[in-house]
Nanobody, 127 residues
Framework: EVQLQASGGGLVQPGGSLRLSCAASGFTFDDYAIGWFRQAPGKEREGVSYIISSVGNTYYTDSVKGRFTISTDNAKNTVYLQMNSLKPEDTAVYYC????????????????????WGKGTLVTVSS
């Protein structure tokens, strides 16, 4: 079965960095789109980034472009989200997700979600 587990969250000061990890199992990365989403209390879920490993495509929401980087380590079955220059508005629970249809483009996954979700990890950006 597909399983996803996000980790690496914590408290970080504005301007700091944090690297989230998502341990994945039960599927081959090249057959899926894999993404990161976040949700702050009282706010809607927001797509952050996704990667389609088979073609090397990545996509980011505007608010994190230039600051966040998504990547995969296929040998370790792990997805990463490197977050730099963190801002208080980045505070949220971050979730990793996967979808067995690795061919959509643009904001599709952000708008409609993905099929499989892991437990989130909390990122708090505050001084």
């Amino acid at each position: 079965e597909v399983q996803l587990q996000a980790s690496g969250g914590g408290l970080v000061q504005p301007g700091g960095s944090l690297r989230l990890s998502c341990a994945a199992s039960g599927f081959t990365f090249d057959d899926y789109a894999i993404g990161w989403f976040r949700q702050a209390p009282g706010k809607e879920r927001e797509g952050v980034s996704y990667i389609i490993s088979s073609v090397g495509n990545t996509y980011y929401t505007d608010s994190v472009k230039g600051r966040f980087t998504i990547s995969t380590d296929n040998a370790k079955n792990t997805v990463y989200l490197q977050m730099n220059s963190l801002k208080p508005e980045d505070t949220a629970v971050y979730y990793c997700a996967a979808d067995p249809r690795p061919y959509y483009t643009g904001s599709y996954y952000f708008d409609y979600g993905m099929d499989y979700w892991g437990k989130g990890t909390l990122v708090t950006v505050s001084s």
